[in-house]
């Protein structure tokens, strides 16, 4: 097991293509470290280069303090595990797993011990004379990451590992992962666009977009204290709310709603509420108050998401950007997602006044999307 550093670390490809933008991160001994953000931002592209399937433009990688930046991959002592599985279609589970280690030439002694190590761990002791044809989804899944596993290394790389699974076993086996990291802690780096097993996985997460590095910390950290209107869209499921607003004397204006912000400075920004901060208001004079006028409703048992329009202006995750008008939309109707009780009877376009609570109103600068508290 080992650190896993990157040092300024950019990454261009030919017509001056940028996938990684002067990146620099730690990921310390045993880490669960998770690389988030939407499709294009470089996150694969960042795991390939710890790999060594890609090298670095500029700037160093670091493993267990030693610099790789030019090791070929077998030379890095790291596996890692493709979205698509990668296994080998004529040879049987057992010899999937053992490939690695015969490749090194480790004694057959210790392939067998390695193996069979491995397959009680992931539960593939009835599998090992099926071949990859006989396996489902999440069985192929488990045969990819015993073969990494088997080899014992200072780094484990996953790009997309559940993607192709079904919604069921991807709970599974997110709970699977989980669980075999608290195990081995071994150093991981996971690469995901999905905000939820980011949250759920990972000890920290590094939020990327466009190639650059944009927050790292605890999930909850990130959740609760967005560095930038970015993050705070990205992370968290339905997204945050995001509206322009128009602050003065400590109080801001969104269309029909006012709200006390008296730690920001005057003038235009964006203000953030997440969806589950939303709830029926208790009478017309309700403080921090809006009415919603429901276009979509999803019942999900014990909550429902409510789709719909408010008085106001929608604002872009990317700051100082224009944000083109959903459908139902205008000038001064903006969209907006509303998580409530699943006990409530809601039908489309009925109207409903809505609540929010004062201190969980982000805010945000309307050019930079920095945060403002």
């Known amino acids: 097991m080992a650190d896993v550093s ?3 670390v950019t990454k261009e490809f030919p017509g001056a293509s940028v996938a990684v933008d002067r990146l620099t991160l730690d990921v310390p001994d045993g880490e669960f470290m998770i690389l988030v953000g939407p499709s294009g931002c470089g996150k694969t592209t960042a795991l390939r280069l710890v790999a060594g399937l890609e090298t670095a433009t500029s700037g160093s990688i670091t493993i267990a303090g030693k610099n790789v930046t030019h090791l070929s991959p077998r030379d890095r002592d790291i596996a890692m595990v493709f979205q698509n599985y ?12 053992a490939f690695g280690l015969r490749q090194r030439k480790t004694a057959r002694a210790e392939v067998e011990r390695r193996v069979t190590e491995v397959s ?4 593939l002791d009835e599998l090992l004379g099926r071949r990859p044809a006989q396996l489902s989804g999440g069985q192929r899944q488990r045969v990819a990451m015993g073969r990494a596993l088997v080899r014992e290394p200072k780094a484990f790389l996953l790009d997309e590992p559940l993607s192709n699974l079904d919604a069921k076993l991807r709970v599974q086996m997110r709970a699977e992962l989980k669980r075999l990291h608290q195990q081995l802690t071994i150093t991981t780096i996971y690469v995901t666009h999905d905000q939820v097993e980011a949250m759920t996985l990972g000890d920290r997460l590094a939020v990327m977009r466009a190639g650059k590095l944009q927050q790292v910390g605890t999930p909850q950290d990130v959740y609760e204290r967005p560095a930038n209107v970015f993050v705070a869209h990205f992370i968290g499921s339905p997204p945050m709310n995001l509206l322009k607003a128009t602050v003065a004397a400590g109080r801001a204006q969104a269309g029909d709603l006012e709200v006390a ?13 997440r969806p589950d901060s939303l709830l029926p208001a208790q009478g017309d004079d309700a403080p ?10 999803e019942p999900l048992g014990g909550e429902l998401l409510a789709h ?3 008085s106001g202006h929608l604002a872009s995750p990317d700051a100082g950007e224009e944000t083109p008008l959903l459908a ?3 000038e001064s109707r903006a969209a907006l997602t509303a998580k409530l009780d699943g006990r409530l009877r809601l039908k489309a376009g009925e109207r409903l006044r809505l609540a929010v609570h004062p201190g969980e109103v982000y805010a945000f600068d309307a050019l930079t999307g920095d945060a403002l508290r």
């Open 6 to 8: 990157f040092r300024d």
């Open 86 to 97: 990668a296994l080998y279609p004529h040879m049987t589970v057992y010899k999937n797993l």
């Open 120 to 123: 009680a761990m992931l539960g």
């Open 261 to 273: 912000l008296p730690r920001v400075p005057d003038g235009p920004c964006i203000i953030g509420i």
């Open 288 to 297: 921090a108050a809006l009415d919603f006028d429901i276009e979509v409703v």
């Open 308 to 310: 719909g329009f408010v």
């Open 328 to 330: 139902g939309g205008s």
